[in-house]
């Protein structure tokens, strides 16, 4: 089988197996470090192998199975564990003698707990994106490194400081339960959300080469409210980003980026904006509101105009006035700005947005969203500048070609 044909197979096999795998061996040997990287060796083995060999009539079990012998080979290399490490090779030789599957993790939960220990609050926020992206969905670092728009070795350097955390300091791969959970699963959703939001800063990739990390974020949003269907926020979470999706094809036509307000909704697509309202309901049915649903509703409101001029401003207004209340965030506060100027006046956004100048002043949005206001006021050279700064904060090709259109003429 040519590498086009099996490459994306093992996309598809990963995705579905790297994080129940990487959870079975870390229960099996205790040791998290030894799980991740005997997959990641696995897939370098399965990416060759299968582009020469074809791929194996059980990928998943022969993923598994590879990832296992590595396991075991580090420990004795490593002198570390040796009677565990045969005990287990004696009972996976009796399993295959006798015709059984390997083991691999066969509950469709196994990955969430993994998720949690690579989101615990003891991990740096940049290492949590990059350990999940590793340990639960299969990525290799170079894979993590151009999805993240970061250097090779400072990702790799992330990655193994967070797995010496979690060695160090004993951090459990378990789903919590009580207001532990209700606290760290909004770390999960959040590490998810960076994920989806940092696809569209990734920068032109190989497509036989590279992963798509919004597909990655969305299919880990379902696995997560699949596995925890009583919390209304992983629902909500789904939701938003099932909104975001759908408009995806619309969003960048050619390689150009078009604003929500100028783009075609013929070209929205209709199921995943069907999932995403079911989703929202479903989330609505459990009376725990949140953040993530609450965004989910705003995008909600945006789906459901015909067009940009018949968007409830008013209700979008008012959903982000209970966001504030979840999420007070700088950013948070940009975009109710956004919506302000829409409800009210642009005038009383502006105000807004330059109260947010101190904290937002290295953000390239900031710039975008005061010149967008003061270009509506009739305040053009301030505009232009406000948009100059812009584009020298952001490296995005697209962004900077869209901002740099409005500029006036001579600019």
Not at 87 to 112: F, K, Y
Not at 127 to 149: D, E, K, N, S, Y
Not at 314 to 342: C, G, H, K, W
């Amino acid at each position: 089988m040519s590498a086009a044909a099996s490459d994306p197979v093992l996309v598809r096999v990963l995705r579905d197996e790297a994080g129940r795998i990487v959870a079975a061996l870390a229960r099996s040997f205790g040791d998290l470090d030894v799980a991740e990287e005997a997959v990641a060796d696995a897939v370098e083995e399965a990416l060759r192998g299968w582009r020469v060999r074809g791929v194996p009539p059980n990928p998943g079990a022969w993923l598994t199975q590879a990832a296992r012998h590595n396991a075991l080979d580090r420990l004795r290399r490593e002198r570390r564990l040796r009677e565990k490490a045969e005990l287990i090779g004696a009972r996976a030789a009796t399993r295959e003698a006798a015709g059984a599957a390997p083991a691999v993790a066969r509950e469709p939960d196994e990955r969430l707990p993994l998720l949690f220990g690579c989101c615990h609050p003891a991990i740096p926020p940049e290492a949590r994106v990059a350990l999940t992206l590793r340990a639960v969905c299969g990525l290799t670092t170079v894979q993590i490194a151009r999805a993240m728009v970061a250097p090779e070795a400072t990702v790799a350097q992330r990655i193994v400081r967070a797995k010496r955390k979690i060695a160090a300091t004993g951090i459990p791969l378990r789903i919590p339960e009580g207001q532990e959970r209700v606290d760290r699963l909004d770390l999960v959703l959040a590490v998810v959300s960076t994920m989806y939001a940092q696809a569209h800063l990734a920068a032109g990739a190989d497509a036989a080469a590279d992963r798509n990390l919004a597909d990655d974020a969305l299919w880990l949003a379902r696995v997560v409210a699949h596995d925890l269907p009583l919390e209304a926020e992983a629902h909500g979470l789904l939701a938003l980003l099932l909104f975001h999706r759908s408009r995806e094809d619309a969003r960048a036509v050619d390689g150009e980026l078009v604003l929500l307000a100028e783009q075609d909704r013929t070209r929205w697509n209709q199921a995943l904006l069907a999932e995403a309202r079911v989703r929202l309901d479903r989330a609505a049915l459990l009376h725990r509101p949140g953040r993530w649903q609450l965004q989910a509703a705003i995008a909600a409101c945006h789906a459901d105009a015909l067009g940009p001029d018949d968007t409830d401003w008013f209700q979008v207004l008012t959903l982000y006035d209970m966001l504030i209340r979840y999420d007070a965030s700088p950013i948070v506060r940009l975009n109710r700005a956004v919506a302000l100027a829409e409800a009210v006046s642009p005038e009383a956004a502006l105000a807004e947005v330059e109260q947010l100048g101190a904290v937002l002043d290295a953000f390239h949005l900031w710039h975008a969203v005061r010149a967008h206001l003061l270009r509506r006021l009739g305040r053009a050279e301030e505009a232009d500048a406000a948009d100059l700064r812009a584009l020298e904060l952001t490296a995005n090709d697209a962004e900077r070609r869209l901002i740099a259109a409005r500029l006036s003429p001579g600019r």
